[in-house]
């Protein structure tokens, strides 16, 4: 249960604020930090079996997310899934390569 409410809050974290602040507002190293922790999520997933493949994983979403907050969420959520490494690993790759993009 503790793990379950640990990954919710990973994800949940960015819009925990009174007034709701979308990721296409984040500047770049608010988001890679974002996306490291989607990534470590992604992966402790996988380590921890909560599911098997990338389409397993379970979202909680509240709602009013865009497009693009959904397609960023899974596609970086998976990308930690499918790296195979440790979380914190994962994370640091992450963080590193969403850095290095321009």
Do not use: N
């Not at 493949?53 to 959904?70: A, N, R, S, V």
């Amino acid at each position: 249960m503790l793990k379950q409410l640990l990954l919710i809050a990973v994800l949940v974290a960015p819009f925990a604020h009174a007034e709701r602040t979308h990721l296409e507002q984040f500047a770049q190293p608010e988001l890679c930090v974002y996306k490291a922790k989607l990534a470590a999520a992604g992966s402790w997933m996988r380590i921890e079996k909560q599911a098997t493949t990338c389409d397993e994983i379970k979202f909680l979403w509240h709602g009013d997310e865009t497009d693009y907050e959904i397609e960023l969420v899974k596609q970086a959520t998976c990308l930690g899934f499918e790296m195979g490494f440790d979380p914190i690993k994962t994370g640091d790759i992450a963080y590193l390569d969403c850095m290095a993009e321009k």
